[in-house]
Each structure stands twice: as structure tokens, then as C-alpha cells.
């Protein structure tokens, strides 16, 4: 926006670079009859001129055809519907050819764009395309013209729509957003379970003193409490289990050895 711009019919707007869109921009944020969302936002208002100037047309008719719908710029149907009229890509304008009734209504959008012989075509469904939008119940067929025309410029001129969204299409992405994100929480990863029977059995086959026994009960008590203080208690009939086999090898040990002896616990669990 260096060089001057002319907006919309001859004569109708000349803005003079960068400094002149910021300062008109500074005059429709202080308009009260600008939309409220572009009022006392000037940085606002500027997005709305450039895309004006884009698309040759008054901003502060673009300006009445917004909205702001997820924190995004969006643009009426009917504006956007223009803009590819205006835009200078068609020969001639778009057509809508409407099929069938109720559910099965549809439109075939058609436009020639220059310099080519064969009509480019889109089909929009109303059972597709229509929202809550109570627009959708009064006259369906206006708005199907208007998502048709969305349709067909986003597929055969995107240059026309670059950044350019109507308020249906950012409906459109947050229930698609909504129904594609995984909410399931991701399963949390439980170490397997610890085979204590087999490892006290194991401790206790290589304790060849009365002695060395008891260490192995102690320590086997360390481990049920550990477990208890971690939320993670041992169940009691496991622990009976072991205390009965570390009962069988201390009396099997006392009437083998009179001496005592001592042998080094390893690999016990922390």
C-alpha cells in the first residue's frame, strides 16, 4: 500500500499509500456506525481496508459484512459472493442451475473464468452444506448460491479467497476440531508386577544359615511396608504365603546347622 489506491467506483475512495490507510482506519474505528467489533480498533479496521482495496470495493461496505467468530475475521456470504464477481478471474458471472427438493435439494455452481472455453462447475448439497443459521430455514436457496460460490472460488480462483472466511466455515472447523481431538487420556504405564514369592523363595534357596534367614525376613518386611506406604499394598494371603516359606526354611535350617552363617542378600527390591 505504497502507491496510491483507488477503492470501489471512480472517484469514490483514493487512499495515498500506507499513511493514508492507517488514517482512514483511525476514522472508521471512531465511527459509531462501523460494526462494534471494528470501533476503537483501528488496527482492526486496517484489515478491513486492505482487504477492500483487494477486492475494489467501499470499506466501509466490507466493514458492514463482518463478523468475529473464534477470535477470526469473517465475511458475509453475500460479500463474498460479490467479491468473486468483482474480482476480474470470471467472464461473464456465476450460474446456479438448483436440483431437486427438501433434503435433496442441490445447486451446480458454473463459471467461465477468462481465457478459457469450458465452464468450471462445483455441486453443493443443502443437506451438507446448510447450519443453524435461521437464514438456512428462510431462504435456502440464497444461502446455497452463496456457499456455492465460496465453493467454487476456493476450488478454481483461491487466490481470490486468501484469507478470507465466512462466519459458516469457522462454525464448520471447531466441530471438525471437536470431532477429530482424542480426549481418552493416555493410559498411564503400570510396571509389571513384582513376582515376590519367587524372589523371596529365591533369597531364601541361597541362605544357608538360621542367620541369613532372618535377614531375608526383615527384609521382607521392609517390603510389605514400603509397598502399604505407596498405595500399593501387598495382599495378605501373598504375604502369608511368604511368611509361612520363610518360617519352613528357618526351622530346616535350625535342625541342619548348629553354627550361623552369613551370605549377602542381592538384587532385593528397593
Known sequence: MNEVATIGAPGSFVIEGMQGAMKLAQAMASARMVPQHLQSSPGDCLMVIEQAMRWQM?????????????????????????????SGVLEGRLNYE????????????????????????????LSEARTENQWWKKTPDQMLTYHAARVWARRHTPEVMLGVYAPEEMADAQEERCETVDITPEPQRVPPPQDYAKTISGWLA??????????????WTEIVASAEEAGAPIPEDLQNHIAGMITARLDALAELHAETGEVELEHAPA
Open 58 to 86: 467501499s470499506p466501509f461496505a466490507v466493514a458492514q459484512a463482518t463478523a468475529v467468530v473464534k477470535g477470526k475475521m469473517c465475511f458475509e456470504g453475500k460479500l463474498v459472493a460479490a467479491a468473486i464477481q468483482t
Open 98 to 125: 438448483f436440483t431437486g427438493e427438501d433434503d435433496k435439494r442441490a445447486v451446480i455452481c458454473a463459471g467461465l473464468i477468462r481465457g478459457e472455453k469450458k465452464a468450471r462447475t462445483v455441486e453443493v448439497k
Open 206 to 219: 541361597r541362605a544357608t544359615q538360621p542367620e541369613q534367614a532372618v535377614k531375608v525376613r526383615a527384609k
